[in-house]
């Protein structure tokens, strides 16, 4: 299976130097990832480096369409959480 990138990723270049593989493409609207060489990161690094450094949360799924990097690991809060917390800010 292959890691993707999906509508959201910015394009800020974080991902494209860290991957192993050299799978990761600049391409528009979005960088893209080449499926045939993607290996993520098996036997080159323990996380898949493209998640580990990936600023937008969600944009890059496994082969299943799960998330790699899903929101809240970024941050650390969890959605739910930063759902109640957005809800108090604009309550104000």
Do not use: Y
């Amino acid at each position: 299976m292959a890691f993707k990138i999906i509508e959201g990723c910015v394009n800020c270049w974080a991902c494209l130097p860290l991957c192993p593989s050299e799978a990761i493409r600049e391409a528009l609207p979005h960088f893209m990832i080449d499926a045939r060489a993607c290996t993520e990161c098996e036997g080159d690094f323990a996380d898949p480096q493209c998640a580990s450094i990936c600023p937008i949360e969600g944009v890059i799924l496994d082969g299943l369409g799960v998330p790699v990097n899903p929101p809240g690991s970024l941050t650390g809060i969890p959605p739910d959480r930063w759902a109640e917390i957005r809800t108090q800010i604009q309550a104000r």
